[in-house]
């Protein structure tokens, strides 16, 4: 994909997100292009169809998730996006997955790096994170998968937004 159809797919997706999740997201995006990546958001929001394949074709374990949610006038209001490496789509090496994942960190996301893992895994891997080491262990099995934090799915569900703060000091609910 050409750059120029990468940026237009990205600012696509990003308009179908939460606005405080967008804003952490596009700052995902911009430290992973200083990185030299590039970053593509592949999905952002999905109708409660489109979650119901991804559960029954073993690509999602929720019925309802982040990327389902909408605004109480029905407008997507994403709050989780699938970020993937847009030179390897279907095959993100190792440090594209780590980059992602210690930028997505650094701006209050998670990702899905350690998900499936035993607790003793995750705890190495979130080390491996944090000194930017090299990791040849397992990785969890949505890596791609950025979403917000301080709220569960349930709690998305029922309407309730994070509250993120931007730099300016402006609380985005």
Same mark, same amino acid.
């Given at each position: 994909?050409t750059?120029?159809?990468r940026l ?7 308009q179908q997100?939460?606005p ?7 700052l995902?995006?911009?430290?992973l292009?200083?990185?030299?990546e ?13 979650q119901?394949?991804?559960?029954t ?6 019925r ?14 994403a709050?989780a996006?699938?970020v993937l =490496?847009?030179?390897? &789509?279907?095959?993100?090496?190792? %440090?594209?997955l780590? #980059? $992602?994942?210690?930028?997505s960190?650094?701006? @209050?996301?998670?990702t899905?790096? =350690?998900w499936?893992? &035993?607790?003793?895994?995750?705890? %190495?891997?979130?080390? #491996? $994170?944090?000194h930017d080491?090299?990791?040849e @262990? ?9 979403e917000?934090?301080?709220?569960t799915v ?7 937004r994070?509250a ?10």
């Amino acid at each position: 994909m050409t750059d120029e159809a990468r940026l237009d797919l990205n600012r696509r997706h990003l308009q179908q997100c939460h606005p405080a999740f967008r804003h952490r997201l596009s700052l995902v995006l911009a430290r992973l292009q200083t990185l030299g990546e590039r970053p593509r958001i592949q999905q952002a929001w999905r109708s409660p169809e489109e979650q119901m394949q991804a559960f029954t074709t073993g690509h999602s374990k929720l019925r309802w998730g982040f990327h389902n949610a909408t605004s109480i006038e029905g407008i997507p209001e994403a709050l989780a996006a699938d970020v993937l =490496d847009d030179d390897h &789509p279907l095959n993100p090496s190792r %440090a594209y997955l780590f #980059a $992602l994942a210690r930028e997505s960190r650094a701006v @209050g996301l998670s990702t899905g790096i =350690d998900w499936g893992l &035993p607790t003793a895994i995750k705890v %190495a891997l979130a080390k #491996a $994170l944090v000194h930017d080491v090299a990791w040849e @262990g397992k990785i969890g099995w949505d890596a791609c998968h950025v979403e917000v934090t301080g709220v569960t799915v349930a709690q998305a569900k029922a309407g309730i937004r994070p509250a993120m703060l931007l730099p300016e000091g402006t609380l985005i609910a």
